[in-house]
């Protein structure tokens, strides 16, 4: 227990480390998935989240703001992604029965987590093909998405790639060749051509992609990090 909350002392405070304005691409938001309609209504009123605590890591600190992510299947199409967010202002560990706000009789150690208020985005962070949300990511990432699966970048390079793929599979544009680290990329008519920094040469039927540019992110990014 005293190692546990030695973890919980460092878990939000950055180590002990100076405060310094946080990058783009570092995290400092948790996103957390609502599971339905009474847990958003008691997030919001009670401003906090929680979260089992073997869901967080060391290597996560510090954690700085919580992210609302809904899903389309619970709460509709247009309601779904993430909305809101908060600044967290103070946590406390406890074992899950004490969150009464929504009671659950169960020992196990969680997370609560008080936001200051919950703000809500300019612009919603919406799904796309995939349904796995990412747990880490940056609340300037966050403002600057318009997907899901562009929490999912790492670098500038990657969320450029990603908006170019965006333009050629949502928005059926044509485009000459695009440069990702090597790789060069383009797409006319009918056909998105690839020619790898290996020189292996693909084409795809740009009709698979349509509507999925992270599918087609996955793929050159395998053989083009």
């Excluded at 200051?116 to 796309?128: A, D, F, K, N, Y």
């Excluded at 093909?129 to 390079?157: F, G």
Aim: contains cysteine; aromatic residues 14%.
């Amino acid at each position: 227990m005293k190692k546990f909350l030695e973890f919980v002392r460092t878990l939000f405070s950055g180590g002990g480390k100076a405060e310094k304005r946080p990058e783009v691409y570092e995290t400092d938001c948790l996103v957390g998935v609502v599971r339905d309609r009474r847990q958003l209504e008691a997030n919001l009123a009670g401003k906090f989240y929680h979260v089992p605590a073997r869901f967080v890591y060391e290597l996560d600190m510090p954690i700085k703001y919580i992210a609302l992510y809904t899903s389309a299947s619970t709460f509709g199409r247009g309601n779904a992604g993430i909305h809101r967010y908060g600044k967290i202002k103070s946590f406390r560990a406890v074992p899950r029965y004490q969150i009464t706000a929504l009671p659950k009789n169960s020992p196990e150690m969680y997370f609560v987590f008080e936001v200051e208020e919950w703000e809500t985005l300019g612009r919603p962070v919406r799904p796309l093909e995939t349904a796995q949300v990412v747990t880490m990511t940056s609340l300037a990432l966050i403002k600057k998405s318009e997907y899901m699966p562009e929490l999912y970048m790492r670098s500038e390079e990657q969320f450029l790639l990603f908006q170019y793929l965006k333009d050629i599979c949502l928005n059926g544009a044509d485009k000459k060749k695009y440069n990702y680290n090597g790789t060069k990329i383009a797409a006319s008519g009918d056909t998105i051509e690839v020619i790898f920094k290996n020189g292996e040469r693909r084409k795809f039927d740009r009709s698979i992609f349509n509507g999925r540019p992270f599918s087609l992110y996955r793929k050159l990014l395998v053989k083009s990090g």
